[in-house]
């Protein structure tokens, strides 16, 4: 009998789809969350205990608590961590409370671990291009300006961008403990922005706040110059399954995109299937403007002067041709986004 899967913060966007494309496939899958009391986060989960009876077991299991996997990772073979807070920058008050601890010391509880189960063979480990890069202006300093996987994030810190500063820690910390042993091995993968149909509707998952944000209609008056790295949740879910399943999965990917997209595109492509398509931005605001207004609500100066009319291109080819993702069209990703956003919505 196949050994089984573990997914670390089962009930999380990412982590609740990878359960379900693991089912699908058959695959004997247990899964932590942080309360097994928890109905409402809990609600997808049971949903595919149902539809995939005896194939998926849920497991309490507490990030900050050592010692917290080891029964739901007895005998399983894979570990995909995926388990870690995202936060937009201005959310962050306590960037080493919210971000940074249960990001580094999530990880390094879980390969602990993962270090104590003999049956553990291989790591997939959700990190970030944020483990990349710190600001948009630092890709202008990379080979062709363009984002690739040779590259570790050394501008961000704890008072400068601090959930970007998590990501590396935590994706530094799992590659020192995995080169010193020699039992399993560890893959990561390096996700954009991750949007796509959400199975969790209680995920505080900071890409989905920021759509959530433009289709409330809080961008109704113009966005700003920005583009975002973007991946479907279903190509993230699916490089995480391959990245376990194939031998020669190794190092780091990057999972998004080849190329950026701005918020007013965004919205162009939204406003076709919004059922109130007057709340989103037909229109820019001026950097000046935005630059004036931005520390009002706790984005620095600094930080938007590396941001604001950045694009760079985005070396996704690893994943492609080492994992097999395919990338569906972004417009595809933002129909499928908004229509599972105004479902939970009407719920």
């Keep these: 009998m196949e050994r ?8 999380g966007f990412v982590a609740s789809q ?15 969350v942080r309360s097994l009391a928890d109905e409402a986060k809990l609600k997808p989960l049971s949903a ?114 601090p959930y970007h500063y ?31 149909p959400s199975q969790a509707p209680t995920s505080r998952s900071g890409s989905l706040s920021l759509i959530d944000q433009m289709l409330k209609g809080h961008f109704l008056f113009g966005a700003p110059d920005v583009s975002l790295t973007t991946v479907d949740v279903r190509e993230v879910a699916r490089a995480h399954v391959e990245a376990g399943r194939r031998p020669t999965a190794h190092g780091r990917y990057i999972l998004a995109q080849a190329r950026m997209i701005s918020l007013l595109d965004i919205a162009a492509i939204l406003r076709k299937v919004h059922r109130r398509p007057w709340l989103l931005p037909r229109r820019p605001i001026s950097d000046s403007v935005i630059r004036l207004a931005g520390p009002l609500f706790g984005v620095s100066r600094d930080y ?32 499928d986004h908004y229509r599972s956003w105004a479902e939970q919505r009407r719920a």
């Design 166 to 196: 998590a990501k590396v820690e935590a994706e530094k910390a799992a590659w020192r403990m995995a080169e010193a042993q020699d039992r399993w091995r560890l893959v990561v993968v390096n996700p954009g922005m991750i949007l796509g």
């Design 18 to 32: 990878l359960v379900k494309q693991l089912l699908e496939d058959g695959v004997p899958t247990r899964a932590t």
């Design 304 to 335: 938007l002067d590396k941001h604001l009319g950045v694009r760079f291109a985005v070396d996704n080819r690893r994943s492609v041709e080492e994992l097999g993702v395919v990338y569906r069209p972004i417009e595809e990703t933002l129909v």
């Design 4 to 11: 089984p899967t573990l997914v670390t913060g089962g009930s």
């Design 48 to 161: 595919l205990q149902a539809q995939y009876p005896g194939l998926l077991a849920l497991f309490e299991a507490d990030l900050l608590k050592p010692g917290s996997f080891d029964a739901a990772m007895e005998g399983c073979a894979i570990v995909h961590h995926v388990a870690s807070p995202f936060l937009l920058p201005e959310t962050i008050k306590d960037g080493r409370r919210q971000v940074v601890e249960p990001a580094l010391r999530g990880t390094e509880n879980v390969l602990a671990s993962v270090a104590r189960t003999p049956s553990v063979t291989r790591v997939v480990a959700t990190s970030s291009v944020g483990a990349i890069f710190g600001d948009y202006a630092d890709v202008m300093k990379m080979a062709n300006r363009t984002l690739s996987e040779a590259y570790f994030n050394a501008t961000s810190t704890l008072a400068n961008n």
